[in-house]
């Protein structure tokens, strides 16, 4: 059994805390949350502490935070129903559209497309059009209720969207007519998906839901060799795992390490659980273990966990309880 230990406990923001961000480079991280704020916060010495507060930016809570793969840049989605993107302490831009809550934003790799999603139950795809430009290139109106969360594919324009409406949906962009279209609608869970993140290689997906499971999907691509039918030639999601009993309440947040291959869960149980695939895991029918439960990570709900990108085994979380702890795994 492995074993999580706790390395820091930041507070700083007023009220619930819902999202924490890594920088790329591992060496800094973002968070946001109901007091409208956005802190920037980096490790001098053994701590950390706030180094930039980015307020004016949004009227109501900020519900996420990502960088761009460069770094230079921060999108935050508020449930004023705006997008901002700050660049050096200032907000450069901010994406309007969306007729309410935004609940999630993410980056593709190359740092071009910026998707958004709403409880508008749309998703939206923002093209980089120049210095701090923006421009909308695709309203996709694909779930039927609120979406929680878009997660960019890490190596392919090929979008992630997780609703309230218990499904995930993918995009992507036509090659025939560039429209960005629904690829593939993932079903399993009962009740909301409330945030999927990809593997290192993007062929397969982790969900966690209201339902309290976590699922992994595998992506079959035309011509696979399991002799999955891919109609249209498209690639196909298939649910080939669920994760049931280890969680007594909903699950907000998952984290899938591109480092070490561990996934991370946030629960409303205020706790957070970290799973590790079996060593005679089947490609096809793969198996998890649980490696370490920490029951009372946070005092109340834990809404958001993070893997660092770059330091294997340290993860970040927050918390309705106003904190922002940082733990090392010990396998």
């Given at each position: 059994?492995?074993?999580?230990?706790?390395?820091?406990?930041?507070?700083?923001?007023?009220?619930?805390?819902?999202?924490?961000?890594?920088?790329?480079?591992?060496?800094?991280?973002?968070?946001?949350?109901?007091?409208?704020?956005?802190?920037?916060?980096?490790?001098?010495?053994?701590?950390?502490?706030?180094?930039?507060?980015?307020?004016?930016?949004?009227?109501?809570?900020?519900?996420?935070?990502?960088?761009?793969?460069?770094?230079?840049?921060?999108?935050?989605?508020?449930?004023?129903?705006?997008?901002?993107?700050?660049?050096?302490?200032?907000?450069?831009?901010?994406?309007?559209?969306?007729?309410?809550?935004?609940?999630?934003?993410?980056?593709?790799?190359?740092?071009g497309l910026l998707a958004t999603c709403s409880r508008d139950k749309s998703v939206w795809i923002w093209e980089v059009a120049g210095d701090d430009e923006f421009e909308c290139?695709?309203?996709?109106?694909?779930?039927?209720?609120?979406?929680?969360?878009?997660?960019?594919?890490?190596?392919?324009?090929?979008?992630?969207?997780?609703?309230?409406?218990?499904?995930?949906?993918?995009?992507?962009?036509?090659?025939?007519?560039?429209?960005?279209?629904?690829?593939?609608?993932?079903?399993?869970?009962?009740?909301?998906?409330?945030?999927?993140?990809?593997?290192?290689?993007?062929?397969?997906?982790?969900?966690?839901?209201d339902d309290a499971t976590l699922k992994i999907w595998r992506a079959y691509h035309p011509g696979n060799d399991a002799g999955i039918a891919t109609p249209d030639k498209t690639t196909v999601w298939k649910c080939v795992c669920t994760i049931s009993g280890?969680?007594?309440?909903?699950?907000?947040?998952?984290?899938?390490?591109?480092?070490?291959?561990?996934?991370?869960?946030?629960?409303?149980?205020?706790?957070?659980?970290?799973?590790?695939?079996?060593?005679?895991?089947?490609?096809?029918?793969?198996?998890?273990?649980?490696?370490?439960?920490?029951?009372?990570?946070?005092?109340?709900?834990?809404?958001?966990?993070?893997?660092?990108?770059?330091?294997?085994?340290?993860?970040?979380?927050?918390?309705?309880?106003?904190?922002?702890?940082?733990?090392?795994?010990?396998?």
């Amino acid at each position: 059994m492995g074993r999580l230990i706790l390395e820091h406990s930041l507070q700083g923001h007023k009220g619930r805390i819902w999202g924490v961000a890594w920088h790329p480079k591992g060496n800094s991280f973002a968070s946001c949350g109901e007091d409208k704020a956005i802190r920037v916060w980096s490790l001098s010495g053994n701590t950390w502490s706030t180094k930039t507060i980015l307020s004016d930016g949004h009227k109501r809570t900020i519900r996420e935070v990502r960088w761009s793969p460069c770094g230079e840049y921060l999108a935050s989605a508020s449930f004023d129903a705006t997008t901002a993107i700050w660049s050096k302490h200032e907000c450069n831009a901010t994406l309007e559209g969306h007729e309410n809550e935004v609940k999630s934003v993410s980056w593709s790799r190359s740092g071009g497309l910026l998707a958004t999603c709403s409880r508008d139950k749309s998703v939206w795809i923002w093209e980089v059009a120049g210095d701090d430009e923006f421009e909308c290139a695709a309203v996709l109106n694909a779930h039927t209720q609120d979406v929680k969360r878009v997660v960019w594919h890490p190596k392919l324009e090929v979008l992630a969207s997780a609703s309230y409406d218990n499904t995930i949906k993918m995009f992507a962009e036509s090659a025939l007519d560039s429209d960005w279209d629904c690829t593939a609608t993932l079903s399993s869970h009962t009740s909301t998906v409330w945030s999927i993140d990809f593997d290192a290689d993007g062929d397969r997906l982790v969900s966690c839901s209201d339902d309290a499971t976590l699922k992994i999907w595998r992506a079959y691509h035309p011509g696979n060799d399991a002799g999955i039918a891919t109609p249209d030639k498209t690639t196909v999601w298939k649910c080939v795992c669920t994760i049931s009993g280890q969680h007594s309440r909903a699950i907000y947040d998952v984290s899938w390490c591109k480092l070490t291959g561990l996934i991370a869960s946030a629960c409303g149980d205020d706790g957070i659980r970290i799973f590790k695939e079996t060593s005679d895991s089947k490609r096809d029918e793969p198996t998890f273990e649980m490696l370490t439960a920490e029951e009372s990570a946070h005092e109340q709900d834990v809404n958001a966990v993070e893997w660092n990108p770059i330091t294997a085994g340290q993860l970040i979380s927050c918390s309705d309880d106003g904190t922002i702890k940082i733990w090392k795994l010990i396998e």
